[in-house]
Nanobody, 119 residues
Framework: QVQLVESGGGLVQPGGSLRLSCAVS????????MRWYRQAPGKERELVAF????????YYVDSVKGRFAISRDNNLNTVYLQLNSLRPEDTAVYYC????????????WGQGTQVTVSS
């Protein structure tokens, strides 16, 4: 059974940094494209960043470009999201998402990790 376990969230002051991690188990990690989503209170879940299987093609939503960085380590079965220059509007629950793109397409979600940006 595929499991995604996020970690690294917390409370940080504006301008601070956090690194989120998402460890994937139960399947071949390199067969998945990975995404980070976030959902703020009262808002819809939005895609924040995407990374391809080989890690070469990252994508970012405009609001985080130049501040966030997605990466993956296929040896450790882990995807990361580095959050820099954090703003109060980045406060949300951040979710890791995996989509299997080899064979039958299948989606998996992590449980989410809270990021709160406040002074």
């Amino acid at each position: 059974q595929v499991q995604l376990v996020e970690s690294g969230g917390g409370l940080v002051q504006p301008g601070g940094s956090l690194r989120l991690s998402c460890a994937v188990s139960g399947s071949t990690f390199s067969e998945y494209t990975m995404r980070w989503y976030r959902q703020a209170p009262g808002k819809e879940r939005e895609l924040v960043a995407f990374i391809s299987r080989d890690g070469i093609m990252p994508y970012y939503v405009d609001s985080v470009k130049g501040r966030f960085a997605i990466s993956r380590d296929n040896n450790l079965n882990t995807v990361y999201l580095q959050l820099n220059s954090l703003r109060p509007e980045d406060t949300a629950v951040y979710y890791c998402h995996a989509r299997r793109v080899v064979g039958k397409s299948t989606d998996y979600w992590g449980q989410g990790t809270q990021v709160t940006v406040s002074s």
